[in-house]
């Protein structure tokens, strides 16, 4: 739990309207819920696709804190951060309601248990590219280094806010790489303009600000055992919605999954988020294509409005939605 008190934001939103952002790029995915969980179980996979950045898909996550804020009427909120690997989102939740008024509490979620064990930790690596390569960070989505290194470009209003925020919640810390043969052996036999030189940074959440953020091992298909009926302010399940549609094929080819497996997973996911979300609440979904045409038909959407929701931020051509909030009956 965490007390914040409210910043004023340059957006109102007190009709909820469609609101309308650029879409970024983000991630592949691997294969079903099922499948995942009992290969992390077994041991098989320690780490799923643990890759994400801090204040990724900004403009989703300043909508979130809006609406929260400003549109709904409550002293304390919960807010569910599924899948939410080693604990990248969940802390810039934390850093983005510091500063307000109400009682905020977050728990992150993720199906793999190092994940959250990482999380716990609270320590985080930025990298930087540079020479020839420095703008390959751009098309991975991790559009964070500007936390950690100075830029050569002046940081707009927004950016220079999160630096200041990232600067209040973290500390840095001694780097230590980890040996790596295969690495080695290419800075020693590769011509210098072959190799790709990486800085990286390391840091560790302050004490005093690791004990906003509660993590838990679960996964979406069993939100009814962590998040009590009807009682998350907002989910947010971004980018990975994907691990249902696809199968790991050989040399780790995605291989998608027939229909008659993906439709009953993907009702069984809206009936767990139907069950989690408050009246009035937000279920957030990721910004990559494959989270929202799942089918040929869209069950997602389908499935949603059966249930309720209703779309109130989209993509930027219209395409997506990706947040949908719980009328109340």
Known sequence: ???????????????????????????CGTNTVEKLS??????????????SAFFRDADTLEFVKDYLLNVLKKNEINIVDGACSSGYETYTLAML????????????????????????????TIKRLKGQYATLLDYEGFRDNYLAFSSSKELSPQNLKYRQLFNEFFT????????????????????????????????QILPEKSK?????????LQLDKIVPKHSADALLFRNALYHLTTKEGPLNFKIPLPDEQVIPAVKKV??????AVAPNGLFVIGEHANDHVLTAGKTLYDELTKH???????SFDGSMHYIWKKNSL
Request: glycine share 4%; charged share 30%; proline share 5%.
């Open 38 to 51: 009992k290969d992390v179980i077994v041991g098989v996979r320690k780490k799923l696709i643990q890759e």
């Open 270 to 275: 809206v009936e767990q988020v139907d069950n």
């Open 308 to 314: 309720n929701f209703s779309p109130v931020f989209d």
């Open 1 to 27: 739990m965490i007390m914040i008190n409210i910043i004023n934001s340059p957006q109102q939103y007190p009709k909820c309207d469609l609101y309308k952002s650029k879409p970024q790029i983000s991630f």
């Open 172 to 203: 840095e810390i001694p780097y230590k790489e980890s040996f790596s043969l295969t690495a080695w052996l290419k800075r020693k036999l590769l011509p210098k303009k072959f190799v790709i030189d990486i800085e990286t940074k390391a840091f």
């Open 212 to 220: 906003s953020c509660r993590f838990v091992q679960s996964d979406i």
């Open 97 to 124: 309601f510091d500063k307000a008024d109400k009682k905020i509490n977050i728990t992150g979620f993720d199906i793999g248990k190092q994940a959250i064990a990482d999380a716990k930790k609270g320590v985080f």
